[in-house]
């Protein structure tokens, strides 16, 4: 009978749905910048007040949403952003965001990675979750599934980042 239940409260469990804001760091603000290391961080604006934190050096970028966080979590290969980047939602409430780094580089094929990550506010940061090869077929749906089942719960520090489809 109890497993009925949580079937009943899967069931009743909204589903998430996607909303897309840019990711144009011309038009982000510089929160920081450091000449000899050319390494720049940005705060830009988000999806419903919640802002996101870009930081770039030595050719790479990571992306932050809510808060900061503090942490360098980028691939190793020179990569830039895409343009966009998906905000996963539940009853209108954002609680992830998936987005592109596209991989260039003069020695390096040209690619992509999906970065998932969970959404930070204050006393609790945000982490990455997940990397998805940007060449799977279904990496978009994967970084959704990912985002849906393991964002919510995600314990940062603790529990452990996937990677599906990285070479």
Request: glycine share 10%; with cysteine; hydrophobic share 40%.
């Amino acid at each position: 009978m109890a497993w009925m239940l949580l079937v009943s409260i899967a069931a009743a469990a909204p589903a998430a749905a996607s909303a897309y804001t840019p990711l144009d760091l011309d038009r982000c603000r510089v929160i920081a910048r450091v000449e000899e290391g050319e390494s720049i961080s940005w705060r830009c604006p988000g999806l419903a007040g919640i802002p996101l934190f870009v930081s770039s050096g030595d050719g790479r970028f990571d992306l932050d949403a809510g808060i900061d966080n503090g942490e360098w979590e980028s691939l190793p290969q020179f990569n830039r952003p895409g343009p966009r980047v998906e905000w996963r939602r539940r009853s209108g409430r954002p609680f992830a965001v998936i987005y592109r780094l596209v991989t260039a580089g003069a020695d390096q094929r040209p690619g992509s990675v999906l970065g998932v990550e969970t959404i930070g506010r204050q006393a609790r940061p945000g982490c990455l979750i997940a990397l998805i090869g940007g060449a799977l077929p279904n990496a978009n749906a994967l970084a959704r599934d990912i985002a849906d089942r393991r964002a919510p719960t995600f314990r940062c520090g603790r529990d452990s980042v996937t990677r599906h489809g990285m070479d």
